[in-house]
């Protein structure tokens, strides 16, 4: 039985592209009858990270890191960040292994209620970010620190001032980690985050933990027996090898370039190697014809195992560039970690948890989740402080110095293999792209016809007038999500007064854009100029009135219309008239440049139509890509049709 004193616990995670940082703060707790507490060599502390592993072992056992497995290490206190448990994580481009590590984190914070569990990335709060569209206004990356946190399972979020209180000042400074975990403690309830923030990050990680064996690919591979042996032992290995041959570099090849040390081509079973989709797919996808000095041929493509041959060749590529890079440690500089009270230990939770899932002790499938057990203990459990992680080619020479390896009993077991995985998830079709981006905005995709029928090109005309009329600023465009909002409007009288601030000749507005006097006696103005010019502007004043100079500006425009009608550029916009479009006037043209002039002047244009007619030739002009069009009009809520041919419509 655990409990937790009401002191509160703190978990601090930071996740960047490259890596994952995670880490609890343990106060106190007590297992049965004996207590444990923050002592500064961190020993009880690290049993706590050892507690929290051990009940999540069967998750994380399971699991194939990308770069590396979650880890708890002790953390001692530095200037306001207390005493925690941490670790770090690199996932390398597994973007899954970071989701995995939060939905983990969740769920400790759950499993102990004293606990709170703080998480972000190179990106800053990429929780946050997940939930962008439902934040509040005030949060923003530069006051989001500290203020983010798991409590009891449920996503926090602490507000700038008091819950509660009106009037927050945006610019107060972050609070620190005492100071938030002494809010969360007393008012948990007040700081709950927003009910569609917390749905959008449900949403995320939610088929977790079953998301860890969909994300599984199991393949068939024609490689060396040492390798099938070594990953029988450390199926996680797998993971090093595709990082060292996807990220090689040409020096890295050095060891390539002749006969195998380590993994000769002739000694070549088959056999089955788990992978994750993301290892699988970036060693399928990258083409490589191996040095003929290596011995390591490929049959002709048409043969059926010649996938087989060619993912055994890659993973022989790269075990053989990390056993290069090895430091040739002994094996027996390794220390034995899998004796003494604290495997004992871990061993007795996983028969607990039905981890092996009623195996009998000793059969083929129970020292197979046994080797994942021993795996995930000397990576994630076992590992001291102070211990220099030990670098994947030496721990694949130690496994091979101490494995037998039984080429006959290899090539038994590869006459029985079971069915590898289908691999058709790799093609993605341009439907199943689109049903994903839907799916990621939370829509349903009509079918074509139901689209085709209902679609309303009035809303993209209205939905652009919405846009038109929002607020921007340097942050960006608020972006109308329905069209039902109020239209564009224009306010005459206000548009009247502003040109008569502007137009107006007002001697008192102008002063401020006349020339000082040495820029006129530079340019030979003399004050009896400037009498002149005051003189004609107060006989403009009295002469121009608002009114007056508003039709004057309304017949210039009707004159530029009048040119403008008989031009390419007139006759490119549709207007409205009686039954037919402007540039369908064809037998007015005939009648000479009178009539066209008239119908302008009658025919005023058609602007909604204009709009959607120059959007739908943008949109028919990206050909099927992204562009400004359907980016644009997607934001707005609004998804345009399949593109057709536009045939003199």
Known sequence: MLCFIPLLNFVKTHLCRGGFLSGLRVAEFWTGEERFGPRRDGGAAGA????????????????????????????????????????????????????FIVYLLREIAREFPGLAASIDDNDGEFLLIEAADFLPKWLNPENSENRVFFYKGELHIIPPGEPGEQGWALSAPCPTVPQA????????????????????????????????????????????AGIAAVLRLRPSLVAAAVQAF???????????????????AEQRVMALVTFTRCLYAQLVQQQFVPDRRSGYTLPAPSHPQYRAYELGMKLAHGFEMLCSKSSKVAPDAKRNVLSGLLWERFLRSLKEKD??????????????????????????????????????????????????????????????????????????????????????????????????????????????????????????????????????????????KALERILGADSEELDSDDLDEEEEEELGFSDEDDEELDAGNERQE????????????????????????????????????????????????????????????????????????????????????????????????????????LTGS
């Not at 206190?77 to 989701?99: K, M, Q, S, Y």
């Not at 996807?246 to 000769?264: M, S, W």
């Open 48 to 99: 706590g990270a050892e507690l929290a592993l051990v009940r999540f072992a069967p998750l994380l056992a399971a699991s194939v890191w990308q770069r590396q497995p979650f880890r708890l290490r002790y953390v001692p206190g530095r200037g306001e960040i207390p005493a925690h448990l941490g670790g770090t994580t690199v996932f390398g481009d597994n973007v899954e292994d970071e989701w």
């Open 181 to 224: 975990l002494a809010l969360l403690s007393t008012r948990p309830e007040e700081l709950l985050a927003a009910e569609p923030i917390r749905a959008a990050l449900n949403k995320r990680i939610h088929g977790y933990p079953e998301k860890i064996q969909a994300s599984l690919h199991r393949a068939r591979c024609f490689l060396p």
């Open 246 to 264: 996807y990220l090689r570099e040409p020096g890295d090849l050095a060891a390539c370039r002749r006969p195998f040390r380590t993994f000769p």
């Open 355 to 496: 981890y092996f899932k009623g195996e009998m002790e000793g059969s083929a499938k129970y020292l197979e989740l046994l080797h994942m057990a021993e795996d995930h203990f000397q990576q994630c459990v076992a590992v001291p402080e102070s211990c220099d992680e030990v670098s994947p080619g030496d721990e694949i020479l130690t496994l091979l110095q101490t494995t037998p390896i039984d080429l006959k009993e290899f090539e038994r077991a590869a006459a029985c293999l079971p069915a590898e995985d289908d691999d058709s998830w790799l093609d993605i079709t341009p439907g199943a792209l689109d049903q994903m981006l839907k799916e990621t905005r939370n829509e349903s995709l009509p079918s074509t016809n139901e689209e085709e029928q209902s679609y309303d090109l009035g809303a993209v005309a209205e939905s652009m007038k919405a846009f038109v009329s929002k607020v921007s600023t340097h942050e960006g465009a608020e972006l109308p999500w329905s069209s039902d909002e109020s239209h564009v409007t224009f306010d005459v009288d206000s548009f009247t």
């Open 542 to 645: 009295q002469k121009v009135s608002p009114e007056e100079l508003v039709g004057s500006l309304k017949a210039y425009m009707r004159d530029m219309d009048r040119e403008l009608a008989q031009t390419n550029v007139g006759k490119s916009f549709s207007s409205h008239k009686r039954g037919a479009s402007s540039v369908g006037a064809a037998p007015c043209e005939s009648a000479g440049p009178g009539c066209g002039a008239e119908a302008a002047e009658l025919a005023a244009l058609d602007v909604d139509m204009n709009l959607v007619a120059n959007l739908l030739e943008s949109y028919s002009a990206q050909a099927g890509l992204a562009g400004p069009t359907s980016n644009i009009l997607q934001s707005l809520g609004l998804n345009l049709p399949e593109s057709t041919e």
